[in-house]
């Protein structure tokens, strides 16, 4: 099959992740795929992003900006439509971003089916951030482009959700959560190699991978540290780089641990996995309740004790006690019981992380799964039918509708 990758996508991170993974896993199995989207992005190193769109983002009013991205379509109708012309897909897959229409109008001109990749509801993250000034048109843009495509591909059953609310049919809806790479990950080092490797002293690791930000809740695992650090001899290392570093890192001198902690900066994908090896225990403090985050599959396929909390989206992937230990985001000190309950619990740190790799298998959460599902889809899409549901998901209601199936 010949698919055709259409994005609007400016900066280096864990959107590019998603969509170069994708790619490489469709590439391994066989199947022609096209990169179509703003030409600087390749260029652009791992967690980067485009100095023109930021430059422009800083000086132009809210409401212009959005102008823009609307106009930009234009642009996009015309490198899409003369890239499907020059290599003539059987499917375009697009990933979704709020005012890019481009897809929906080349799958009107040409016939072609879309699918749809969706990892947040755009309309409703940048309203609430503040970042959106023309709430109508947003709303309309989103509704829009996900009800005029062949198939919406929310990562978590909680955006399934929302899309529906949209209008679109629960038959066109197929949850495809985030993967992991086994290629890239296959052959890590262990625990105390890596530990060695990093210069990290020894003791107990709690580790984080990823950007920085405000939401992630870094500052209650420094917090943790100052209270048990030197009880069960503690050290943090954070894989990753972002917004709130500067601020982390004042905390910690705040707090008097800063020698317990470590912060990275940015690292390639191809050595994510002998940094995250040297974790004890793999935290995911703090996140937005409808994503499926990345950082999660690699730690499971890494064999690391997960500290989550116990929200719907990471409910679809892990069972608490299982595979990981989840805790009550809206109780104070939940996510520190966890981690003191892990702390001194190496056996069960170890059985868990089995376990969490052991899932990896069971839920075919890989890549190479996801390239699966969606050619599969795409055949559906070409044939104009449903499709059976894909390995590692079964049937739930409809028996044949992948919009119907769930997880194992």
């Known amino acids: 099959m010949k698919i055709l990758f259409h994005h609007r996508i400016a900066s280096r991170d864990g959107q590019a992740v998603h969509m170069e993974e994708l790619l490489a896993a469709l590439a391994a199995q066989g199947h022609a795929t096209v990169l179509v989207g703003p030409p600087g992005l390749t260029e652009t190193s791992f967690g980067g992003s485009s100095r023109l769109v930021d430059r422009i983002r800083r000086i132009m009013p809210a409401a212009a900006f959005e102008l823009l991205e609307v106009a930009?379509?234009?642009?996009?109708?015309?490198?899409?439509?003369?890239?499907?012309?020059?290599?003539?897909?059987?499917?375009?897959?697009?990933?979704?971003?709020?005012?890019?229409?481009?897809?929906?109008?080349?799958?009107?001109?040409?016939?072609?089916?879309?699918?749809?990749?969706?990892?947040?509801?755009?309309?409703?993250?940048?309203?609430?951030?503040?970042?959106?000034?023309?709430?109508f048109l947003g709303r309309w843009a989103q509704r829009m482009v996900w009800n005029n495509v062949d198939w919406v591909l929310p990562v978590t059953h909680v955006l399934a959700r929302t899309v529906a609310a949209s209008g679109v049919p629960a038959a066109r809806i197929a949850v495809i959560p985030n993967?992991?790479?086994?290629?890239?990950?296959?052959?890590?080092?262990?625990?105390?190699?890596?530990?060695?490797?990093?210069?990290?002293?020894?003791?107990?690791?709690?580790?984080?991978?990823?950007?920085?930000?405000?939401?992630?809740?870094?500052?209650?695992?420094?917090?943790?540290?100052?209270?048990?650090?030197?009880?069960?001899?503690?050290?943090?290392?954070?894989?990753?780089?972002?917004?709130?570093?500067?601020?982390?890192?004042?905390?910690?001198?705040?707090?008097?641990?800063?020698?317990?902690?470590?912060?990275?900066?940015?690292?390639?994908?191809?050595?994510?996995?002998?940094?995250?090896?040297?974790?004890?225990?793999?935290?995911?403090?703090?996140l937005t309740p409808y994503s499926s985050p990345l950082k999660l599959f690699e730690y499971m396929y890494l064999r690391r004790a997960i500290v989550a909390p116990d929200t719907e989206n990471i409910r679809e992937i892990l069972t608490d006690g299982h595979d990981g230990v989840l805790f009550d985001p809206g109780r104070p000190g939940g996510m520190e019981a966890a981690l003191l309950r892990l702390c001194g619990d190496a056996g069960l740190r170890a059985r868990l992380g089995i376990e969490a790799h052991r899932t990896i298998d069971e839920k075919s959460l890989t890549w190479s799964g996801n390239a699966e599902r969606v050619v599969k889809l795409a055949e559906a899409a070409l044939r104009g039918g449903p499709a059976k549901c894909p390995a590692g998901v079964s049937g739930h209601g409809r028996p044949h509708s992948i919009g119907r199936c769930r997880y194992r």
């Open 72 to 135: 930009y379509n234009v642009k996009a109708f015309l490198r899409l439509r003369t890239a499907v012309r020059r290599h003539k897909p059987d499917i375009i897959y697009e990933r979704f971003s709020l005012f890019l229409f481009a897809g929906v109008w080349v799958r009107r001109l040409s016939g072609l089916p879309v699918l749809l990749e969706v990892n947040s509801p755009l309309y409703e993250e940048r309203a609430s951030n503040d970042r959106l000034k023309l709430h």
């Open 179 to 286: 993967g992991v790479n086994t290629g890239r990950f296959g052959n890590p080092p262990d625990t105390e190699a890596a530990r060695r490797a990093l210069g990290l002293k020894p003791g107990m690791v709690l580790g984080f991978a990823g950007f920085i930000r405000d939401w992630n809740a870094l500052h209650r695992v420094v917090d943790f540290i100052a209270g048990h650090g030197a009880h069960y001899d503690l050290h943090f290392l954070v894989v990753g780089d972002g917004p709130a570093r500067a601020a982390l890192l004042r905390h910690a001198e705040t707090r008097g641990v800063a020698d317990r902690v470590t912060v990275t900066g940015i690292v390639g994908r191809d050595d994510v996995a002998r940094y995250v090896s040297a974790f004890d225990i793999a935290l995911l403090p703090g």
